[in-house]
Structure formats: C-alpha cells, structure tokens
C-alpha cells in the first residue's frame, strides 16, 4: 500500500522536497528571485546545499558531481542562466553519468529583474530538455521526473519555473514509499566524453542531437507527462505550459486543451494532431511566443500571436482578452508605492558622497540600486551583475578628462564576490589614463535577495561559519589596486568625501570599502546568535 502525505507548498518548496526525495546528493546556486527558497529549503530539510559565488560556477559544481554518477540540483533565476549558459551549451553535449537537474526561474512582467527573458528559447539553443511545472504538485511530481530522465538520458534537465509558480502554495501530495536513496558515487574515466576538444565534441554534438530525438519520440508518446483534455465542443482548442495553463483553464473551461509539460523537445505532431480537431486554437504562454512559433513552422493550426502578449506576467484576464482576439491589452492601473531603501540603511549614507561630488556613476545590481530613483538620486548607469567596473572603465576611457575625473563604479559585496572580481582585473590590466576608483558597498550580505551568505562574509548557506572569509582589501591588494580604504559610510562622510576628493584627481586605481551591516541581516544574525 502506498503511504501517502500531503502538505500546503510553494513552488520553490515542492522542487526542494523532490530533489531530496531524489537522493540529491548536492544542491548549488546562486540567489536570484524567485528561485532563492529552493536551496535554503533544500537545506532545512536536510540536503547538503551551498551557494556558490555565482551562477556559472553553481553550474559546475552541479555538473562535476553529476560526473561521478550522483544527483545533483542547480538553482538560478533566468539572467543567472545566462551567466552559467558557456558551461550548459557544453554540458548538453557531454551528457551526466548521474543526473544533473537546473531550475530556472523566469520572472515574466518584472517582478525582481532588470529584463523578462524565456528560458526556453535558451534551453532550446542549448539543446536542454525542459519541464514546466504548473503548480506546487508537479513542481515536485516534474523535479522528481526529471531527475529520473536525466539518468535515463545521460543529459541534463532544466525545470523551468516563473514566479507564480515558485511563490504561490498548493498542495502536494506525494507517496512516502517512492523515496529514492542518494546514489554511492564513484568515477569512471571517458575522455571522448568528458573533454570536449573537437574531435570528441563533434560526435558528441551527434549523440545529443540523437538523445534529444529520442526524447521528441518518448514525448510524443502516451508515456509522456503531457494532458489533454477534450473541449465541451469543437469551437476551440487551448495549448498551453507553465502557469498560463491555470490561467487559460480559468478563462475558458469548456475549451480543449493540448497541456504541454516537457515543451522541449516540443511535441509538435501530437499538438498538431490535437488542433486539427478544433475549429481554432490559441497558444497561451507567459514569455516569448516558443511554442506557437515552433507550432506555426509545422503548419499546425494555431493562430499567430499578437506581439502584446510577450510583454507581462499572465492572468486569466489576459488570457480571455488573447482568446478573444484583443491586440492592445494593458493592465488595470494598481497604485502601489515604489520600493524605497530602508530607514537608516547603510546605502544612503554611502552616495552622499559621491552625490555632493557630482560623480558620474556607474552602478550594479543590489539593494542600493533603489539610490538611482529620488530622494538620493546617486547613481548613472546600472545594466547586469558586476557590469558596474567594466562600464566604468569604458566611460573614463572615452571621456574628456574633466569628465572622466568623475567616474566612479559601485558595487555591492555580494555583486563583487559574483562577477566583480573579473572587471578589477581588467583595471589593474588596462588602467584609463585618469585612474579610477571602485567603491564596495560591504553591507555583509546578499540584502536584495534576503540575506544570503557569500564568501566574503565568514558563514555559510545555513549561517554556520565558513573556513575561511575571503577579504576583498586583500584581493584587491594582491592583484595590483595602489589604494585599497575601509570607511564607515555612517559614521565616516566627511572623511570619505575628502578622500574621494583626492582620489579622483590623481591617475591612480583605489578602491573604497564603505563597511556597515544591512540593518535587516544584523537583526537577523543578532537573532541567530540568541
Ligand atoms: C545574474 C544574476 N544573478 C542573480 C541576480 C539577483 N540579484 C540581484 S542583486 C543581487 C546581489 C545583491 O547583493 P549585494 O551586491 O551585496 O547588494 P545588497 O543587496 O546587499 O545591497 C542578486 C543576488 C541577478 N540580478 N542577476
Ligand atoms: S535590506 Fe538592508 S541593504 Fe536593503 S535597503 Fe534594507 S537595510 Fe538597506
């Protein structure tokens, strides 16, 4: 007899508890919302999970034990994937031994991101098998199914989650009896498919193009985890993945409806089959048109989709008004206040400064990004994680002197420890004429994403200490920066404009480190240590 148990959970909670149901012998990320939850849950249930500097290097450690024949579990938000995307374009042509699982969370309309990117028209160019989860019970019924998939294929799999679907609770219900134990790992030596040199990558590139072949047969067929539902009558037929499927069902129940839940490889015959029985049929999906794209190259009957729908997160409003043919679609106005820094956080204190200096800044992605909109006004450019030093680099190259004297990037701790690392070199390697000068905003954590450890604030995902706190000033020191300075960006203001001041008249590269707790991580640390 099977021994069932339910319980109420988020997306983000349902892949945790499949992972460690899989015998997930390891869990890696980075924090991104909406994906942050999964590790840390991942982690209160007993896995063994950490998070990494940055994405990419998540990826590869994932990968790495995915080598030895384990299971393992990445987890990143949708830009995160581009960071790791040079090892995953790769890794789909080396395959796993074990099984090798990424969650990607996309955050369509914008919620907590720089940009509404699709990750399965990346996965799709990387030639990555993809799963979409429409609720808490297949974020855990579709985690547990990939990772059987990835063994079973050799390759890794990417659950493709948004924001809905990671944050919002329902049930789950799952068979206590199906429990898999970790996997003993072990290594077993294959040049031709662990390095990939040309000569190896390009029969490599055929056994994957084979695999994904054989996953197109196994997802055409009944096996698949794929649903439909017969429409009350033949008027019209619904495709629909992710959480625009909830969405659709609501808007139109008495329509059919092709359900896809592994949409790459695409099941593009069996929909096709499916459309032929409706008069018309509409493809609802949340991001770009992936589906009705593939589905009109085969000559499917799916109408073409109205570029408005790209643009947003789903509803069952949006979904009616693309049902109805509605091509200038805009949300009802919601009067909400705009995200604000906290009273008293460290981040204000610290673009005083460089405000009363009317410095031109070139900022990163953090909490003190919210210091570009008023009352602090203090920052010019802000793009993607670490992008802050490089672009700075470039301003002061280009710029008349007097204007290039002005530049300054800034740079969380977490954001530096991330991607930032690379671009300091790049200054000590090929300095402006003018100098430049970096400033760190060391708030000890990761504040955006809610407090999470890095390696440069001495504890480890669950806060346990760390063996070693990797010191910024010393890196800085160690790779050639001439002026390396702690502050108090609270205590200090004065004393860091003049500093400033000095700085940005001479030719050399300093950088600043403005030293102050996030308010809400110390709370939470005094908390810990109670
Ligand atoms: C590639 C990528 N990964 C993750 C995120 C999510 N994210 C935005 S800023 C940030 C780090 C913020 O930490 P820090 O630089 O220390 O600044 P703070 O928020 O503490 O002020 C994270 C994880 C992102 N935007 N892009
Ligand atoms: S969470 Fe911390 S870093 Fe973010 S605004 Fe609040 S005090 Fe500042």
Not at 49 to 67: H, S, T
Not at 191 to 209: D, E, F, N, Q
Request: charged letters at 20%.
């Amino acid at each position: 007899m099977p021994k069932f148990e339910k319980k109420l959970l988020s997306g983000n909670e349902a892949v945790a508890l499949a992972a460690f149901h899989s015998g997930c012998a390891l869990g890696v990320g980075y924090p991104g919302t909406p994906s942050t939850e999964i590790l840390e849950n991942f982690s209160l249930l007993g896995g063994n999970a950490e998070w990494a500097p940055n994405e990419k290097v998540a990826a590869e450690v994932a990968l790495g034990a995915a080598f030895a024949d384990a299971a393992s579990l990445a987890t990143m938000k949708h830009v995160g994937f581009n960071v790791a995307q040079d090892l995953f374009f790769t890794a789909s042509y080396s395959g796993v031994q074990g099984a090798f699982v990424a969650v990607v969370a996309d955050d369509p309309g914008m919620a907590s991101s720089q940009n509404e990117q699709d990750t399965r028209s990346l996965a799709y160019a990387g030639g990555l098998p993809v799963l979409e989860p429409s609720d808490s019970q297949e974020a855990y019924d579709f985690t547990r199914l990939a990772f059987r998939l990835s063994r079973r294929w050799g390759i890794p799999f990417i659950l493709r989650t948004t924001t809905r679907i990671a944050h919002s609770n329902t049930p789950v219900e799952y068979d206590l009896d199906s429990l898999e134990p970790l996997h003993s790992a072990k290594y077993q030596k294959d040049i031709s498919t662990h390095v990939m040199v040309p000569g190896h990558a390009k029969p490599s590139h055929l056994r994957l193009r084979r695999k994904l072949a054989e996953i197109l047969k196994w997802n055409e067929s009944d096996e698949s985890p794929n649903m439909v539902v017969e429409g009350k009558s033949s008027e019209l037929g619904i495709i629909a993945s992710g959480v625009a499927f909830q969405h659709a069902m609501e808007a139109a129940p008495d329509a059919g409806f092709f359900k896809v839940a592994l949409s790459h490889p695409l099941p593009v015959n069996k929909i096709s089959e499916f459309s032929k029985r409706y008069k018309r049929c509409v493809v609802i999906e949340e991001g770009d048109p992936y589906m009705t794209t593939l589905l009109l190259a085969a000559g499917a009957n799916v109408e073409p989709r109205d570029e408005v729908w790209r643009f947003g997160e789903f509803n069952s409003d949006r979904a009616k008004a693309q049902i109805d043919g509605a091509t200038d679609y805009s949300e009802p106005a919601v009067k909400s206040k705009p995200p604000q820094l906290c009273k008293g956080c460290p981040h204000v204190y610290s673009f005083k400064p460089l405000v009363d200096l009317n410095c031109i800044v070139s900022g990163d992605i953090g909490c003190y990004t919210l210091a570009a909109m008023k009352p602090v006004s203090g920052m010019d450019l802000q793009i993607c994680m670490g992008a802050s030093i490089g672009m700075g680099l470039g301003l002061r190259k280009v710029l008349p002197e007097s204007e290039a004297r002005r530049v300054v990037s800034v740079i969380g701790d977490s954001t530096f420890m991330h991607s930032g690392l690379t671009g300091l070199l790049e200054m000590v390697y090929n300095p402006p004429p003018t100098g430049h000068v970096v400033v760190v905003l060391d708030n000890s954590t990761t504040a955006m994403t809610g407090q999470q450890e890095h390696p440069g604030t001495g504890r480890k995902l669950d806060h346990s200490p760390a063996p070693h706190t990797v010191s910024i000033a010393d890196v800085a020191k160690a790779i050639g920066v001439q002026n390396v300075e702690f502050f108090n960006p609270v205590r200090d203001a004065e004393k860091i404009t003049e500093y400033l001041r000095e700085k940005l008249a001479t030719n050399e590269l300093t950088l600043i480190i403005l030293k102050q707790p996030c308010l809400l991580a110390a709370a939470n640390l005094a908390k810990m240590k109670a």
